[in-house]
T-cell receptor, first 117, second 113 residues
């Protein structure tokens, strides 16, 4: 079974530029997550999709971050314009999408390391 | 109330020793407590998990101890090996509905030969 794919693996940009990250989840997984992991911290959920609908984006800075999951498969996360504090690893994860008491293991991709100068 | 507090921030253990990482939570709605292991350049991977209806779960050299009344849980790595050197995150979630995971801040474990 292929894992979660992400690209690019590394990105360096100047502040105020825009950047986009791509994620391809495990085949058949209904739920897709984007996390921000700042150095020395645990992952923080930015947005969670169930198929192509958003179920949680409460911690997404919507003035600069946007995400979409067209056709309920691949997803892109965009930052425009980037700030210095956006420097972090952006992790994508996916899961089957079980609810109601059944645990739903998340499988993470390798992440994209973003450096904003 | 959504926080999961984790300690220590870093840990150095000799090969063959026991590594212990502690976590505490506040939200009593959490009912599933996974631990993730993350190697440099990789995403976190599920290591072991526990529900609060049991006080201990063991898988190989990894054991979770759970204290529901204190709202604390810990990971013990027995016979620690250099290959266990990684960052470990505790986490907590409510398994009802869409399962939003709250992660601890992480513990960087180094096992020295």
């Amino acid at each position: 079974e292929a894992g979660v794919a992400q690209s690019p693996r590394y990105k360096i940009i100047e502040k105020r530029q825009s950047v986009a990250f791509w994620c391809n989840p495990i085949s058949g997984h209904a739920t897709l997550y984007w996390y921000q992991q700042i150095l020395g911290q645990g992952p923080k959920l930015l947005i969670q999709f169930q198929n192509n609908g958003v179920v949680d984006d409460s911690q997404l800075p919507k003035d600069r971050f946007s995400a979409e999951r067209l056709k309920g498969v691949d997803s892109t996360l965009k930052i425009q314009p980037a700030k210095l504090e956006d420097s972090a690893v952006y992790l994508c994860a996916s899961s089957w999408g079980r609810t109601s008491g059944l645990t739903d293991t998340q499988y993470f991709g390798p992440g994209t390391r973003l450096t904003v100068l | 109330q959504q926080q999961v507090k984790q300690s220590p921030q870093s840990l150095i253990v000799q090969k063959g020793g026991i590594s212990i990482i502690n976590c505490a939570y506040e939200n009593t709605a959490f009912d599933y407590f996974p631990w993730y292991q993350q190697f440099p350049g990789k995403g976190p991977a599920l290591l072991i998990a526990i529900r609060p209806d049991v006080s201990e779960k063991k898988e190989g050299r990894f054991t979770i101890s759970f204290n529901k009344s204190a709202k604390q849980f810990s990971l013990h790595i027995m016979d620690s090996q250099p290959g266990d050197s990684a960052t470990y995150f505790c986490a907590a979630l409510n398994s009802g509905g869409y399962q939003k995971v709250t992660f601890g801040t992480g513990t960087k474990l180094q096992v020295i030969p």
